[in-house]
Antibody, heavy 122, light 108 residues
Framework: QLQLKESGPGVIKPSETLSLTCSVS??????????WAWIRQPPGKGLEWLGT???????YYTPSLRSRLSISVDTSKKQFSLRLTSVTAADTGLYFC??????????????WGQGTTVTVSS | DIQMTQSPSSLSASEGDRVTITCRAS??????LNWYQQKPGKAPKLLIY???TLQSGVPSRFSGSGSGTDFTLTINSLQPDDFATYYC??????????FGGGTKLEIK
């Protein structure tokens, strides 16, 4: 059964670097029919796509975070990771990893992790 | 970037009602439009992809339509489990990917 699970620090101080990892199980990590994404949700707000990465390592980022964000893959561990530098309180929220599946008419986020809460606080 | 506008932002309805949620794209996205359902503290769940194709396991009371810039999600005969927040998401020429602002469906 395909599962994604996020892991991370929970609480982080302002100006520090946030590192999150998503572990994938139950499916081949290296496939051209799907790729991987990070999405976040500030408290009480909507969903924000952060970035997408292919198993080859090619990554794309939301323009507003491009200078602070990087996403990488470790195919041997079946993991992909997010690194966000210089965090502020605005980076507080629920962070999800998910799979983007090529579904013919539209690529869609068909499998999601349960999410991990990140709180930026001194 | 393509902007997605959902309306209404919130909606009150009763069990058994039929409701419609609208999503509008700032430019044509063909049928590259997906709908998700999210309950508090939980991950979103894919309901419909390609504007009108029901994801496996999703009840048939959910349906989607539209193409170009205007899309709708319709829920027939609302069930207690349907009260949640719904998001549209465009995948046209993605990345980047954008979500609508969400529609919170509440019990009247």
């Amino acid at each position: 059964q395909l599962q994604l699970k996020e892991s991370g620090p929970g609480v982080i101080k302002p100006s520090e670097t946030l590192s999150l990892t998503c572990s994938v199980s139950g499916v081949s990590f290296n496939s051209s029919t799907y790729y991987w994404a990070w999405i976040r949700q500030p408290p009480g707000k909507g969903l924000e796509w952060l970035g997408t990465v292919y198993y080859t390592g090619s990554a794309y980022y939301t323009p507003s975070l491009r200078s602070r964000l990087s996403i990488s893959v470790d195919t041997s561990k079946k993991q992909f990771s997010l690194r966000l530098t210089s965090v502020t309180a605005a980076d507080t929220g629920l962070y999800f990893c998910a799979r983007f599946l090529q579904m013919g008419l539209s690529d869609a986020l068909d499998i999601w992790g349960q999410g991990t809460t990140v709180t930026v606080s001194s | 970037d393509i902007q997605m506008t959902q309306s209404p932002s919130s909606l009150s309805a009763s069990e058994g009602d039929r409701v419609t949620i609208t999503c509008r794209a700032s430019q044509s996205i063909n049928t590259y439009l997906n709908w998700y359902q999210q309950k508090p503290g939980k991950a979103p769940k894919l309901l419909i992809y390609g504007a009108s194709t029901l994801q496996s396991g999703v009840p048939s009371r959910f349906s989607g339509s539209g193409s170009g810039t205007d899309f709708t999600l319709t829920i027939n005969s609302l069930q207690p489990d349907d009260f949640a927040t719904y998001y549209c998401q465009q995948a046209y020429n993605s990345p980047p990917v954008t979500f609508g602002g969400g529609t919170k469906l509440e019990i009247k």
